[in-house]
T-cell receptor, first 111, second 113 residues
Framework: QQQVKQSPQSLIVQKGGISIINCAYE??????FPWYQQFPGKGPALLIA?????SEKKEGRFTISFNKSAKQFSLHIMDSQPGDSATYFC??????????FGAGTTVTVRA | EADIYQTPRYLVIGTGKKITLECSQT?????MYWYQQDPGMELHLIHY???????EKGDLSSESTVSRIRTEHFPLTLESARPSHTSQYLC????????????FGEGSRLTVL
């Protein structure tokens, strides 16, 4: 049973454009929501994370928006660059040190 | 860059062989994990350990086994590999913080013929 649903499966964006990836969850016990970035041949690496007590967190060109009532959160990549081409995973965890991951979104940024 | 290492990176073996995937970290993390990753699918937690001599099965049932005899070492073993075991296996570790960053190795891609 997939605990975190992620969409779209893939997206293509022009350089300078905005990439938006959405995730939804059902378990209200989740209280930590990170995003991981994975390049081909590498393991995922933490990109940015949010707790449910805030609605938005921004780090450089990456922003997480969090809607607790809708049980949804999203990643926005502003001014997308070719180096952002990667697979992005949303994830969620309860206070048990275990992450549940979404299925991933492959982002391709065209120059 | 994270100090967590997996070997082998790639392995092609025949059905019925025993294999061990190695994972080592030099960060002194107590908590270590094995995830299975198939193309276009989420990472599935198959094993985790919160310290030496402590191992638990994850959310996805797996025929593999793990051991944690030393803090830095968390190997995964398949006694008799089958084609259904073909996948990428990712090892990870983290500190004791509830929101601690998960550090991943580069993965071991296993193909069972």
């Amino acid at each position: 049973q997939q605990q975190v649903k992620q969409s779209p499966q893939s997206l293509i964006v022009q350089k300078g454009g905005i990439s938006i990836i959405n995730c939804a969850y059902e378990n209200t016990a989740f209280d930590y929501f990170p995003w991981y970035q994975q390049f081909p041949g590498k393991g995922p690496a933490l990109l940015i994370a949010i707790r449910p007590d805030v609605s938005e967190k921004k780090e450089g060109r990456f922003t997480i928006s969090f809607n607790k009532s809708a049980k949804q959160f999203s990643l926005h990549i502003m001014d997308s660059q070719p180096g952002d081409s990667a697979t992005y995973f949303c994830a969620a965890s309860k206070r048990d040190y275990k992450l549940s991951f979404g299925a991933g979104t492959t982002v391709t940024v065209r120059a | 860059e994270a100090d967590i290492y997996q070997t082998p990176r790639y392995l092609v073996i025949g059905t019925g062989k025993k294999i061990t995937l190695e994972c080592s970290q030099t960060m002194g993390h107590d908590k270590m994990y094995w995830y299975q990753q198939d193309p276009g699918m989420e990472l599935h937690l198959i094993h985790y350990s919160y310290g030496v001599n402590s191992t638990e099965k994850g959310d996805l049932s797996s025929e593999s086994t793990v051991s944690r005899i030393r803090t830095e070492h968390f190997p995964l073993t398949l006694e008799s590999a089958r084609p259904s075991h073909t996948s990428q296996y990712l090892c990870a570790s983290t500190t004791g913080s509830l929101t601690g960053e998960l550090f991943f190795g580069e993965g071991s891609r296993l193909t069972v013929l």
